[in-house]
């Protein structure tokens, strides 16, 4: 089983909502990202927790907060986002955190904040 | 600083046509990672090809072909005889040693491949 599986696939949400994303995987990878990608932009790291610890915060808005209950499953808690939230937000994952390690994406969550 | 640009913005072919699409680095790094990815419509990127600084050979993949030159910091993708399901975007993306000692991507622009019937 090589996926990383998210849901939902599609959120529309308004700005004083309550929404999770969840992500899922099973390959017994250690590492786990959340990525945001804007329409025609690289996708851009937000959080990765490796051996379910957060390691990387790229500065995020605390409207968006991570959790991981264990080594397969990543959360993204969402409240009080602004319009300009509005992206598709990936799901990574990967065996480590070293250098030349691939990583595999979700399909992601595409989120419309209205 | 590091750094990696992918020039071209949107190419088009028809099928069967053979097609580069470029990437080059910057990089302090005398030992680096790079790696392509491609982001079909459905949305997920999926893992291509890594490359480390030391292996300078070119690799194939079937109709996949990566080139990799360290003397003009570049590693630039060819697809042979391209295909409709070839089309999609493409990234190329630098491992980048932070200070916390912790690795991310730095990603190219990307390149969006059109491939017509």
């Known amino acids: 089983d090589t996926e990383v599986t998210q849901t939902p696939k599609h959120l529309v949400m308004g700005m004083t909502n309550k929404k999770s994303l969840k992500c899922e995987q099973h390959?017994?990878?250690?590492?786990m990202y959340w990525y945001k990608q804007k329409a025609k932009k690289p996708p851009e790291l937000m959080f990765v927790?490796?051996?379910?610890?957060?390691?990387i915060n790229e500065s995020v808005p605390s409207r968006f907060s991570p959790e991981c209950p264990n080594s397969s499953l990543l959360n993204l808690h969402l409240h009080a986002l602004q319009p300009e939230d509005s992206a598709l937000y990936l799901c990574?994952?990967?065996?480590?955190?070293?250098?030349?390690?691939?990583?595999?994406f979700g399909q992601g969550t595409r989120l419309t904040v209205v | 600083a590091q750094k990696v640009t992918q020039a071209q913005t949107e190419i088009s072919v028809v099928e069967k046509e053979d097609v580069t699409l470029d990437c080059v680095y910057e990089?302090?790094?005398?030992?680096?990672?790079l790696f392509w990815y491609k982001q079909p419509p459905s949305g997920e990127l999926v893992f291509l090809i890594r490359?480390?600084?030391?292996?300078?050979q070119n690799e194939i993949s079937g109709r996949y072909s990566w080139n990799f030159q360290k003397s003009t910091s570049s590693f630039n993708f060819t697809i042979t005889a391209s295909q409709v399901v070839d089309s999609a975007v493409y990234f190329c993306?630098?491992?980048?040693?932070?200070?916390?000692?912790?690795?991310?991507?730095?990603f190219g622009t990307g390149t969006r491949l059109k491939v017509l019937a």
């Open positions: 490359r480390n600084s030391f292996d300078e």
């Open positions: 927790y490796s051996y379910e610890k957060l390691s």
């Open positions: 990089t302090r790094d005398t030992t680096y990672y």
């Open positions: 993306a630098l491992s980048d040693l932070r200070t916390s000692g912790t690795y991310k991507y730095i």
């Open positions: 990574a994952s990967s065996q480590d955190l070293d250098r030349n390690t691939e990583a595999f």
């Open positions: 390959m017994g990878h250690r590492a």
